[in-house]
């Protein structure tokens, strides 16, 4: 069965200062790789995914990511940090449902950002 | 474009008593998924819609929670009797489930405390 490992819980970073989220997966195969953003009350919203080629990936809001099979990770970036994304941070694989058409998502257990002014 | 739909927002019950879940999902997404979201962990998918089959639900405690999707759009989810180990945010999702999309739209879930 697949699994995601987020090993930081709490991270705190000054405004303007570069940001680093990890991620490891465990899965048989090629992985389908999210990341999403949970801010306070909110459901979660998709930062970006991978599928398949370049192995860095581009999301919304200045974050990127890239894939490491060898690692099996998945690291969350972004050079230039604002207060606006503190938040909480999951990292997902997915998984396609056989006969179904479309997939699950196995999700970590979260990173909660803080940003000092 | 109308994002997925929850309500109530909030609940707070007593343990042992009912409480249901309402989603609406984006107009002609398929797939309709729930999960629960204890706090201090990701979300754990419960159940998963197609239609208005079900797809997995391997996850459901079924002596307890139930789910349906009738004419495969708005669903329900239903909780009785309740459990303090209940109490997390329910999050509705949907999706398209194009070969080109896979991505999961989530709602703002509903906050449950089972006191």
């Known amino acids: 069965a697949q699994s995601v490992t987020q090993p930081d819980i709490h991270i705190t970073v000054s405004e303007g200062a570069s940001l680093e989220l990890r991620c490891n997966y465990s899965y048989g195969a090629t992985p389908y790789l999210f990341w999403y953003v949970q801010s306070p009350g909110q459901g979660l919203q998709l930062l970006l995914k991978y599928f398949s080629g370049d192995t860095l990936v581009q999301g919304i809001k200045g974050f990127e990511a890239e894939f490491k099979r060898s690692q099996s990770s998945f690291n969350l970036r972004k050079p230039s940090v604002h207060w606006s994304d503190a938040a909480e941070y999951f990292c997902a694989v997915g998984s396609i449902y056989s006969g179904a058409g479309s997939y699950q998502l196995t999700f970590g257990k979260g990173t909660k950002l803080s940003v000092i002014p | ?115």
């Open chain 2, 1 to 115: 474009e109308a994002g997925v739909a929850q309500s109530p927002r909030y609940k707070i019950i007593e343990k042992r008593q009912s409480v249901a879940f309402w989603c609406n999902p984006i107009s002609g997404h398929a797939t309709l998924y729930w999960y629960q979201q204890i706090l201090g962990q990701g979300p754990k998918l419960l159940i998963q819609f197609q239609n208005n089959g079900v797809v997995d639900d391997s996850q459901l405690p079924k002596d307890r929670f139930s789910a349906e999707r009738l004419k495969g759009v708005d669903s329900t989810l239903k909780i009785q009797p309740a459990k303090l180990e209940d109490s997390a945010v329910y999050l509705c999702a949907s999706s398209f489930d194009s070969p080109s999309s896979y991505e999961q739209y989530f709602g703002p879930g509903t906050r449950l405390t089972v006191t």
